[in-house]
């Protein structure tokens, strides 16, 4: 399976999902590939301090990859892993564009933010470039990350997001707790902490379990 994670707004916590779902899956036994397509390098950094952290024993493979030859790349390497996670920038990028084409769900994080969601229309016109030139559909996930404990925010936001056709909202947010930031200043995912943070762990493993369980 190829998921890319991406968005065209930054600060949504796209690399974070993309680690933490990596890791999800390779603890899980799967070969998993995660390929850094953002020019921040996010991924590649947690995974060069991650490596450092636990002996070279990272779990997956990452590698770089950018532009158009994104698409092809992916394509080639994806005989070879049980899974591919994309992780790409909060830009409207070639390498997101490749990567889109070459995927079989796309996973959009959006903070319960007004200027997050004042991003929709550009999201729905690139789907709707995507969509009408693909063989088959992408399926397209979007979900609250970063939200509120509590608050009017998660709800406006959910709102708004369930009204956008194209987007299939879940409503399984994962709120932004400082477990995610701990783990990963350790080079961990939230579901190698200790101690654990239940919650955290609940929400990303309710979330990445839908997900992979609707791909089937």
Do not use: C
């Not at 991650?50 to 532009?67: I, P, W």
């Amino acid at each position: 399976m190829i998921l890319t994670v991406g968005g065209i707004k930054g600060g949504t916590g796209k690399t974070t999902i993309a680690t933490n779902l990596t890791i999800w899956l390779a603890s899980q036994g799967a070969d998993v590939l995660l390929v850094d397509a953002d020019e921040q390098e996010s991924a590649s950094d947690f995974t060069a301090w991650r490596d450092e952290t636990t002996d070279g024993q990272a779990g997956y493979t990452l590698v770089q990859l950018n532009g158009a030859t994104v698409r092809r790349q992916v394509e080639q390497l994806r005989p070879k892993y049980d899974h591919i996670i994309i992780d790409t920038g909060g830009r409207d990028t070639a390498s997101q564009r490749a990567a889109l084409f070459a995927s079989d769900a796309y996973l959009i994080p959006f903070a319960p933010r007004s200027y997050e969601i004042w991003t929709l229309s550009k999201v729905l016109s690139l789907l709707d470039e995507i969509q009408g030139t693909r063989a088959s559909p992408l399926r397209v996930y979007s979900f609250l990350n970063k939200a509120d404990a509590r608050g009017v925010d998660n709800s406006d936001a959910t709102s708004v997001l369930l009204e956008s056709e194209g987007l299939n909202l879940i409503d399984f947010p994962i709120v932004n707790r400082k477990a995610f930031a701990s783990a990963a200043s350790k080079g961990l995912s939230v579901f190698e902490m200790t101690p654990a943070d239940e919650k955290a762990t609940t929400e990303a493993e309710r979330l990445f379990t839908y997900i992979m369980q609707t791909q089937i």
